[in-house]
């Protein structure tokens, strides 16, 4: 039998099941045909976030940032680097702080940019500062081996 995953897409927050085999095959999204898996990071709020959260089984880094902060500006380009070299296992999101402010003491977020990874709903690892491509594709493979 195969091993099916669940993915929420990126586009239009929809449940899909896709065999764990055809991540590699760009799947996309059985209600609006989105690519499930991005090479580049997607925008979240809250609550798309917490749906990501409740039924993905893939990996999620996400890059918590706010425009005013230079350094998260200047992460921005290595972060989507990363998403490139590391997609189809893990997907890369962003979540604006400035708009979504209850997130901070969610997650006591105490400074940006902050990247937190997430597998199956839950934290793995955090990282405050910034990062080049190289540092993030490192820290991530490092915590997923476990």
Do not use: Y
């Amino acid at each position: 039998m195969t091993d099916l995953i669940h993915i929420t897409c990126p586009a239009c927050q929809a449940k899909n099941r896709i065999p764990a085999a055809k991540l590699g095959a760009r799947p996309t999204c059985g209600v609006c045909k989105a690519l499930l898996v991005p090479e580049a990071p997607f925008e979240l709020d809250e609550a798309q976030l917490d749906k990501h959260l409740k039924n993905d089984e893939l990996p999620l880094l996400v890059d918590f940032w706010a425009p005013w902060c230079g350094p998260c500006r200047m992460m921005a380009p290595m972060f989507a680097d990363a998403a490139r070299q590391m997609s189809p296992w893990v997907r890369f999101a962003k979540l604006d702080t400035e708009q979504h402010q209850a997130v901070g003491s969610r997650f006591q977020i105490r400074g940006i940019p902050l990247i937190i990874l997430f597998d199956k709903g839950r934290e793995v690892a955090r990282q405050p500062g910034a990062m080049d491509a190289r540092s993030i594709v490192g820290w991530v493979s490092q915590h997923l081996k476990g």
